[in-house]
Nanobody
Framework: QVRLVESGGGLVQPGGSLRLSCAASGSIFSVATMGWHRQAPGKEREYVASIDSDGNTRYADSVKGRFTISRDNAKKTVYLQMNSLKPEDTALYYC???????WGQGTQVIVSS
């Protein structure tokens, strides 16, 4: 059974940065496409970014140029570097393993002055 555990969320001022991590267990991590999604209060969960087994990345238009997704297959971990954060980035951020369609519990990001 795949288990995903996110970390790295917190409170940050607009313009600041955070780095989220997602540690996976129980999966064949190296062949899985991994991604990040987020859900703001009162809104539906939305796609943020993904990275496939070859390291190819995709981003939602809303975060392109500000967020960077990466992975470390040896550590079975996927990262989301978030720069130039905006209040509208406030959300619960979830990690996803597309191969098994597994989700983590989420880590909260709050962007506020």
């Amino acid at each position: 059974q795949v288990r995903l555990v996110e970390s790295g969320g917190g409170l940050v001022q607009p313009g600041g940065s955070l780095r989220l991590s997602c540690a996976a267990s129980g999966s064949i991590f190296s062949v899985a496409t991994m991604g990040w999604h987020r859900q703001a209060p009162g809104k539906e969960r939305e796609y943020v970014a993904s990275i496939d087994s070859d390291g190819n990345t995709r981003y939602a238009d809303s975060v392109k140029g500000r967020f960077t997704i990466s992975r470390d297959n040896a550590k079975k971990t996927v990262y989301l570097q978030m720069n130039s954060l905006k209040p509208e980035d406030t959300a619960l951020y979830y990690c996803r393993d597309y191969r098994s369609n597994s989700w983590g519990q989420g880590t909260q990001v709050i962007v506020s002055s």
